[in-house]
């Protein structure tokens, strides 16, 4: 049986493209970048290149480019970096964070700073007025991301950059889940930090950055050699970087293309969930609540999201729950709570991401297995009652 992919959200395939940049560097071309023979150089421009190309995609220098081991490693570069060099205050970050930015943020609290959580609305939005209020307060560092992964809500994140440049607070952004999806201008963002990972964008696991605005000081969370401008030692992994480079020139190349086309799969998709009675999450009114155009967020009241997601991977199809799950103890997606879903109804949520290679075709039969399942569930309770 064929499988069908629709969780790109969660990791996305090596484009060949990639994998042709990526094989000499683990082949032949297997210097350490930091040799000062030919194979060594080669590595060093290698790498180089692959900084060029990241910078390019988000509009900004080469040098503002960290090499990391992924969008985890980043966020806490930014996170505990700057706690390290700044005096002990707030930081606020959105209620609808990523565990890679909450957790380290959370764990702030024992160097003796207080962790905010900034509220969002219904639509999935940080609300403005929260940051405000949030911001009264001393605060070093705020985070708040691009776009968020499961409902693929973009942030504003440049209006929040605002405030807390008004404040002096350093503004990060984890722009993972928008890079490749919608155009990121770092510049335009106003932030002093982006958080970026490869293997969302067509590119290999293992490898990010971290783009760092010069003119702030962080502490390594790696110690070492120096490489990275001092900011993450270690030997470079790079065909991994190199394989980033590719995947960000692959992105800024068929972004206009690639964007309009998962849209109108996006609307397809829903169009046909909504006929079978399906909840969206965070799709509101598109000028209020802009999303990504690969994701969709849905539940079908009564029907619980992990049941469903069995079911659809029985039939072919890869989807996401919105819950992180315990078997025994199915924990509601805390960005639905955050918006204040009903645990009940969000314990229901499943995430549809698409992808470069998905097809209307595709799209047509996920829907009409999806169809089929409701209508066993349906059928069921029906007798049950
Ligand atoms: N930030 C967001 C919003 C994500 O969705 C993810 C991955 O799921 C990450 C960070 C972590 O990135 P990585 O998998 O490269 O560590």
Redesign the pocket.
Known sequence: MSFVYFDH???TPLDGRVLEAMLPFLREQYGNASSRHDLGISARRAIDQAREQVAALVNVRPPQVVFT?????A?NLFIKGAAEILKPSQIAVSAIE?P??ARPAEALARKGWTARKLAVTRDGKVDLNDVDAALKVPTGIVSV?LA??ETGVIQDVAAVAARARAVKAWMHT?A??ALGKIAVDFEALNVHAM?L????IYGP?GA?ALIVDKRIELAPLIAGGGHEHGMRSGTENVPAIVGFGAAAELAASRLTELAPRLEKLRARVEQGLTKMGAMLFGAGHANESPRVPNTSYFAFRGIDGETLIIELDKLGFGVAAGAACSSANPEPSATLLAMGVAPEIARGAVRFSLGAANTAQEVDEFLKALKQIIARFKNLTAMAV
């Open positions: 959200n969660a990791t081991s992924g969008g985890t490693e966020n990523h890679c930015v991301m968020n992964n984890d993972v889940q958080t990972s490869a293997h969302k696991k990010g």
